[in-house]
């Protein structure tokens, strides 16, 4: 599913105080969250860690499944497409964590899917201007 953005949603993410990797990766996250949630998405858990593994950027349910999140955000395809960005170590540990969280949470047995939400958009000074959401359903 891929939406253009209309005017109020990029302006309500455009500012950035400090544009270093962590802070253009929340402002992804947060584009993405508020995307999900208007599409019908219930947001559960905002950047997971355990252990080892790392994170999970968002962890929501729709309908009948539990949806771990991948996001990616990027301003240029010179390094590839922001799926392109999740390889197989990736995939693996965040695979890892989402069992950790269904035990954590102690959920049981649930139907599981692996999304990636790519974000393209382009930097303006201290700005992020985004352009396109592009959410990827069982991506893996």
Wanted: with cysteine; proline share 1%; hydrophobic share 35%.
């Amino acid at each position: 599913m891929s939406a253009s953005l209309t005017t109020a949603l990029k302006k309500q993410y455009c500012m950035v105080e400090s544009m270093n990797k962590r802070g253009f990766g929340s402002i992804g996250e947060n584009i993405a969250t508020d995307y999900l949630e208007k599409n019908g998405f219930t947001i559960l858990d905002r950047n997971y860690r355990s252990g080892r593994y790392g994170e999970i950027d968002i962890i929501a349910s729709e309908n009948e499944y539990i949806c771990f999140i991948e996001v990616k955000t990027r301003t240029s395809s010179l390094f590839g497409t922001p799926i392109e960005a999740v390889g197989y170590e990736k995939r693996q540990k965040i695979k890892a964590l989402a069992w950790t969280y269904i035990k954590y949470k102690n959920l049981g047995v649930r139907n599981m899917r692996f999304d990636i939400v790519e974000i393209t958009g382009r930097r303006r000074n201290e700005e992020f201007l985004p352009d396109n959401i592009n959410l990827v359903r069982n991506a893996f």
